[in-house]
């Protein structure tokens, strides 16, 4: 930060802040809608067997969380600016 102070955020707000944006009405680019159970996936969630609510499924599971992830948007964020340096 500019004035000094440390960055307080950690790897889970950003876990939290991308779960709520996907459960934002977010489709993939095949129109299907984004389900719990996809963001189950890609966040690592195992509550109720999330992982394998899919199985059985036409979709690719690399394909599928690659889709989910590309849905992630945060157009206000420079990620380009931010120091991602472990302190």
């Known amino acids: 930060m500019s004035d000094g102070q440390k960055w ?3 790897f889970h707000s950003f876990r939290h802040a991308a779960i709520d944006n996907l459960r934002n009405n977010k ?11 996809h963001i189950g996936i ?8 999330l992982e394998t ?26 990620f380009e600016a931010m120091n991602w340096k472990h302190v």
């Open 42 to 49: 890609v966040m690592g969630h195992t509550k109720e067997k």
């Open 53 to 78: 609510a899919q199985y059985g499924q036409n979709r690719s599971r690399l394909e599928l969380r690659k889709d989910v992830i590309e849905a992630i948007e945060f157009p206000n964020v420079d």
């Open 8 to 10: 307080t955020k950690t």
């Open 27 to 37: 489709t993939l680019p095949s129109g299907e809608y984004i389900l719990e159970t």
